[in-house]
């Protein structure tokens, strides 16, 4: 039987990046761990500047001449963002997709004796190799775990970029009953022909068999099988409400010996879209209460243990979430598994976000990565739908990013048939771009409230969607705002980072999803603070600061107890404002969220308000505190009993706390408003010359000609100094640009900066 050997220990590591490592042991190096990253720090806000290029790893396997009679494999579960193997000196396999499992045959360059296993890791930027450009760090490394497999002649194929070898899907034929496909490839790695048994069974969680059938295949190099089973009314896999799964056991064998075998959990379920109803499970409506998730966590960065992922998964249910956005890429696949165990429906996607390659224009990488994370993941029953583009459109929407999302579509399609496909929406898409009718899901990322409009908006940015495409199924795929704990504000407003407003924004966003049934919910952005390491803002630098929770898992924000609120069933009271302590207000408002009906509320221990209601959160107006402390005691009350408390502790100051006020670094004048040097009064209407420079040719093109290049650097020369700019170069333009919100361009000054160009001849 195979077997699976863990190379977590006795590796080494260096920044320092010589091709004679391929062959030759480090001259220094340090002893590291796996799963490792280089960004540990450096990649959540540390000290030091953030590291991108290419590190070493290195380690020595030992073999007999017996040992080498079996295959071996080496099985790395990522390497970020580019991965070179090397045995003996020999480049074994390469990987160009950072987030996904890849395997490497060691058989053919392995010796008896000690062997050098040497792993080059790039991170650095490559315009081929997609995420070119994020909102997240692109962390460096081995930074999941790395196994050996050691294999008999006779095996599943661990080499077709997927994981098992073996693809099970399920779907319903009539009467509560489930047709059950199970296929694959078994691999003959001996010089003789011979006949293998293949056998599969399905077992419920008491371990008795429900359906088995077995087939008989020639081997002389490979052969592919294929079952097909009906299981009668199985229990269903019904979400978090009841994640009933079966196990499937598939062996194959010679002369009756077991020779490999794979045990896969598989859920029965159906799942449908509606543009009316929302997502439909099992045939009932469920509203998506969901939340997206980066895999870093903090001080570790993205090198996470098991028990990260355990943690991660304990406080996405605690909060209620029926539904995860696993963004922007492929994530380990053992957290698939949990979301298989706990019922979570998951969104999975590849990180084909924000710009297109310029120097490959068919997206070749995009498409491995999307091959790779459909074969990976396709067993996991958790997984509804295959996200192929996220915010593609933010820098350039052309025929050739239309032709892109289209064949990753029907990539998707093709390599599975049986599940979604969906794309999550910059708001500057329009609500009737042909882009929304590609895929069976649509998602907007929407922060009406933070970076555009007001919080108000997202209703009705929502309301003119469903009017102008009442047949397409859409939902929220990201909605946050940046938050620091520390901050706190009696008047809350844009971009002051308080808990204050975060509660506000998602307060909005929740009531507006609940009076939508259209809606078929929305992914909070994000479950936990993230690294992003070009970042500084919120008083916290290189994190994206939207989570729920912090970055370390250590504290949940307020909003996160507003979502349990509205999502979770299981009773509880939390008083919101309990790090506002120092208040210099007499009269306060007292914010209860909850998912009980019946509140009290005590000051002192003198009840201050009862109250009863289904809302999620109650509210204690104008209570006065007063000098010394002030405890606040919230009950939720069932039947007669007191069942859940919550208490605070509030002080009165006689002045306003400076600490709890973010204070924004000061801008120079000319970059806050640096369009008012220019006479914007002259613009006319925009007019377009043939042969000659626009506002809609690229940066990069405006660039290859002197007075093109200087008429941008005269109104734009402020915005060139940060990486954002240096990777858009291809693929943005003036007028593009004006879309966005962070460079303020008035439209007045368009018309003003095209009559400059268009009498500049290409």
């Given amino acids: 039987m195979p077997h699976t050997i863990p190379l977590k220990d006795c590796w080494m590591f260096t920044k320092e990046n010589r091709s004679s490592y391929a062959s030759e042991a480090m001259e220094e190096g340090q002893p590291v761990a796996l799963p490792h990253t280089w960004n540990d720090k450096d990649g959540q806000g540390g000290s030091e500047p953030y590291y991108r290029g290419a590190c070493w790893y290195q380690t020595k396997l030992a073999f007999t001449a017996e040992d080498l009679e079996k295959h071996r494999y080496l099985e790395i579960g990522a390497a970020g963002n580019i991965g070179h193997v090397y045995v003996n000196g020999h480049l074994a396999g390469e990987s160009r997709c950072g987030y996904a499992m890849f395997r490497v045959p060691l058989s053919p360059y392995l010796r008896a004796g000690d062997n050098l296993i040497s792993i080059r890791v790039d991170n650095s930027y490559d315009n081929e190799v997609y995420p070119l450009l994020a909102d997240f760090t692109f962390f460096g490394g081995l930074y999941r775990e790395v196994k050996l497999l050691v294999m008999e002649d006779i095996h599943f194929d661990v080499m077709d970029k997927g994981r098992d070898g073996v693809y099970l899907t399920q779907h ?22 011979v006949q293998a048994f293949v056998k599969v069974q399905l077992r419920d969680q008491e371990g008795t068999a429900v359906w088995e059938d077995h087939t008989e295949v020639a081997l002389t190099g490979e052969a592919g099988f294929a079952f097909q089973g009906q299981v009668s009314s199985p229990v269903l896999w019904n979400g978090v409400e009841q994640p009933y799964l079966y196990n499937a056991v598939i062996t194959v064998s010679v002369e009756g010996r077991v020779l490999d075998s794979r045990q896969i959990d598989i859920g029965f379920r159906t799942v449908e879209l509606t543009s009316d109803r929302g997502v439909i499970l099992n045939g009932k409506p469920m509203p998506i209460n969901g939340v997206c998730r980066h895999q870093d966590f903090g001080g570790v960065g993205n090198a996470i243990t098991r028990e990260h992922m355990e943690l991660d998964m304990d406080i996405i249910r605690e909060v209620g979430a029926n539904s995860i956005r696993l963004a922007h890429y492929q994530h380990d696949d053992y957290f698939y598994s949990l979301c298989d165990r706990y019922g979570l429906l998951v969104w999975a996607e590849i990180p084909y976000i924000s710009i297109p390659s310029t120097k490959d224009p068919e ?97 009705t940015r929502l309301d003119e969607f469903h009017r102008t495409r009442p047949d397409v199924p859409v939902l929220v795929s990201e909605y946050g705002v940046d938050t620091n704990p520390a901050y706190h504000s009696y008047t809350p407003q844009v971009q002051d980072y308080t808990e204050e407003y975060q509660l506000m924004f998602h307060h ?124 606040i005691r919230a009950e939720g009350i069932r039947g007669e009993s007191v069942v859940h408390t919550d208490e605070m502790l509030l ?36 007019e377009l010359k043939d042969g000659y ?15 093109a290049k200087a008429v941008f650097l005269k109104y734009f020369g402020h915005t060139t100094n940060n990486p954002f700019f240096e990777v858009t170069q291809g693929v943005m333009s003036i007028e593009k640009m004006s879309q966005l919100a962070f460079y303020e361009i008035p439209a007045e000054l368009l018309p003003v900066i095209q009559n400059e160009l268009n009498i500049i001849r290409k």
């Avoid at 296929?183 to 790695?189: A, I, R, S």
């Avoid at 239309?402 to 049986?418: F, G, H, K, N, W």
């Avoid at 120079?668 to 008012?676: P, R, T």
């Fill in 172 to 193: 319903p034929c009539g009467g509560g009953d489930f047709q059950l496909d199970v296929h694959g490839c078994v691999v003959n790695e001996s010089s003789r022909a």
């Fill in 363 to 459: 997206s070749r990488n995009a498409f491995e990565q999307l091959e790779r994370l459909i074969k990976q993941a396709y067993n996991h029953s958790s997984i509804y739908c295959w996200g192929v583009q996220n915010e593609i459109t933010i820098a350039v929407e052309t025929e050739n990013t239309y032709r892109t999302i289209q064949s990753l579509v029907e990539a998707a399609r093709r390599l599975d048939a049986s599940r979604f496909v969906a794309q999550a929406n910059i708001n500057g898409v329009a609500d009737d771009s042909v882009i929304n009718g590609f895929t069976d899901l649509v998602g907007y990322n929407l922060y009406y409230g933070w970076y555009y409009g007001e919080i108000k908006d997202l209703g």
């Fill in 508 to 631: 909005n966003a929740l009531e507006t999803f609940r009076e939508r049934p259209f809606v078929l919910g929305g992914y909070v952005w994000n479950m936990f603070d993230f690294g992003s390491a070009n970042r500084n803002e919120g008083g916290e630098k290189g994190k994206n600061l939207k989570g729920l929770v912090t970055i370390d898992r250590a504290l949940r924000k307020d909003a996160f107890y507003l979502c349990k609120a509205y999502w979770s069933k299981e009773p509880f009271v939390h008083l919101a404002g309990r790090r506002f302590v120092r208040r210099h207000r007499e009269r306060n408002d007292i914010v209860i969220l909850s998912n009980m009906d019946h509140i009290r509320v005590y000051h002192n221990d003198v009840l201050l308000a009862e109250m009863r209601g289904g809302q999620r959160v109650f509210q204690v107006k104008d209570a006065a505190l007063v000098q010394g402390d002030n405890r």
């Fill in 651 to 686: 002080t009165l100051s006689a002045e306003a706390d400076p600490g709890y006020i973010h204070v924004k670094e000061e801008k120079a004048k000319h970059v806050v408003n640096w369009f008012e040097n220019f006479d914007l009064s002259g613009g006319g209407q925009i």
């Fill in 693 to 707: 420079f626009s506002i809609y040719d690229t940066i990069e093109d405006l660039y290859s000609h002197a007075e």
